[in-house]
């Protein structure tokens, strides 16, 4: 009876939405498109507990790539105008990635109690080890993180918000070594925030490390990186949901349900606030509804960078292949000899591994120069090195990762950090680049985190094992 009702329901929200479709007329593959991502969403919400990844996912999809469209199509907000042929373009590379999503998360999803973990928590000696060893390193580079953000947040009101990606702004991080070692323990935040995660502490133990890992999000707001912020509460949400899910203890209370719904809209205006300010435009006689709406406008930039890297192909570097730079730009590229570039600069925008920076000196010139830039998205990075046939693939790879997310066995300790890890990177992969869920478990600061967890906790089993050796003599 509940089955029916629950597709009874579908059936009526698809027939209401068409019916708005065909009263708007957005277009057949923009109504494609938001169906197709509507029904993503309900099927998401129908078990949420175990399909939070791709709700998320979902959710960022639409904030970074949907967002714009929808403003322009529903509510006649004006945009920059594209060709016929262009919009047709990113229209059909987002509905082939979100059909991709959806279908191969199904089919690769096996929702059942064999295959989700009710594992508590683990108290063996291992992983208490570990759990202790990752909440020092967590306390000492979330402090070191927020006196960077704060340092940062300084530079970006004195020099302008752009001006922390041009040479001088770079020099300063990397001339200074105390900015520079703040910096890489700040590099390192969320790889030790992982592996406490993945040991599956109880609740009590993970409140103050929630706590003071948001306070570092939010000071991270004034530096004019709005991304950090974002990509890590909706992180702390997938992990605290995937926990109310294979835990006996009750980890979403209503009482935080109701302060998360209070200070969602706000945080939103904070947001907008600050992306109004590193714009240079005057906030004194602000309306804060216009705020509000132009937060999802600015946000759903990124369909632009698909248009625009379509345009422009000829321009973009055609040895290139965008989609894998995380080959050059990894520990293994370093030791291989590619060479690194860093900042805005015409040597990376012509030589470097980066869609976004090859397209936004192309589109920008001086303007890229002085800190401005396109951003990239993981779609127009696929389309440029390998078509719809890429995006096609490249989908089917993420489908995958999301569903593993509820698959991962709990005594797999430093997988499970991975698959933490990818997910933090899959939620910004809409606005970010497509082999960023690869290059954040091989650059060399998150690779010596690792290692030095792992030298730390050797020296700790080994220390235990003696202590318990000498007992029974």
């Not at 057949?28 to 991502?37: D, K, Q, R, T």
């Not at 970074?64 to 529903?74: H, I, N, S």
């Not at 909440?135 to 000492?140: A, D, E, H, I, M």
């Not at 109310?244 to 200070?263: D, Q, T």
Request: net charge positive.
């Amino acid at each position: 009876m509940q089955l029916k009702l629950k597709n009874i329901l579908i059936i009526f929200l698809n027939i209401f939405f068409i019916t708005l479709f065909i009263i708007f007329k957005p277009g057949f593959l923009i109504s494609m498109i938001f169906l197709v991502w509507i029904n993503l969403m309900i099927y998401s919400l129908l078990n949420l507990k175990c399909r939070i990844s791709l709700f998320t996912f979902g959710f960022c999809f639409f904030n970074f790539l949907l967002g714009r469209q929808f403003l322009e199509k529903f509510f006649s907000y004006k945009v920059e105008d594209f060709s016929k042929k262009t919009n047709m373009h990113a229209e059909l590379a987002i509905l082939i990635s979100l059909i991709t999503i959806f279908i191969f998360y199904i089919f690769f999803s096996k929702e059942n109690k064999n295959n989700i973990d009710k594992t508590n928590n683990i108290n063996s000696t291992r992983t208490n080890i570990i759990r202790d060893i990752s909440k020092k390193l967590f306390y000492l580079s979330n402090s070191l993180g927020i006196i960077n953000a704060l340092i940062k947040s300084y530079l970006a009101i004195s020099n302008g918000y752009y001006s922390t990606f041009t040479g001088d702004g770079i020099s300063i991080q990397q001339n200074n070594i105390i900015i520079y070692v703040f910096d890489k323990f700040e590099q390192m935040l969320p790889i030790f925030v992982a592996i406490f995660f993945a040991t599956l502490p109880k609740k009590k133990q993970c409140k103050k490390i929630i706590l003071f890992y948001l306070i570092y999000l939010i000071l991270t707001i004034f530096t004019g990186h709005r991304s950090n912020f974002i990509v890590g509460i909706l992180w702390i949400i997938v992990y605290l949901v995937y926990r109310e899910n294979n835990s006996e203890e009750i980890w979403i209370e209503k009482k935080y349900l109701v302060a998360a719904c209070l200070s969602f809209p706000l945080f939103i205006i904070l947001l907008g606030v600050v992306g109004q300010l590193r714009a240079g435009l005057n906030v004194k006689n602000f309306n804060v509804f216009k705020i509000f709406i132009d937060f999802f406008y600015d946000q759903g930039v990124s369909i632009n960078v698909i248009k625009r890297s379509y345009n422009l192909s000829e321009l973009l570097n055609s040895d290139r292949y965008y989609s894998l730079s995380f080959i050059p730009e990894s520990i293994i590229g370093r030791m291989l000899g590619f060479k690194q570039y860093v900042g805005n600069t015409v040597e990376h925008a012509q030589k470097g591994y980066n869609l976004s920076h090859t397209l936004s000196y192309a589109l920008m010139g001086n303007k890229y120069l002085n800190g401005v830039g396109t951003g990239t998205s993981y779609i127009a990075e696929l389309n440029h090195d390998f078509g719809y046939v890429g995006v096609f693939f490249g989908n089917i790879l993420y489908a995958w990762l999301l569903a593993m997310f509820n698959r991962v066995k709990a005594k797999k300790i430093y997988f499970k950090a991975a698959i933490f890890l990818i997910m933090r990177q899959l939620l910004w992969s809409p606005r970010g680049n497509f082999s960023d869920v690869f290059l954040i478990l091989l650059q060399p600061f998150p690779i010596l985190a690792v290692l030095f967890t792992y030298i730390v906790y050797s020296a700790a089993i080994k220390k235990f094992k003696l202590k318990k050796l000498y007992r029974y003599d």
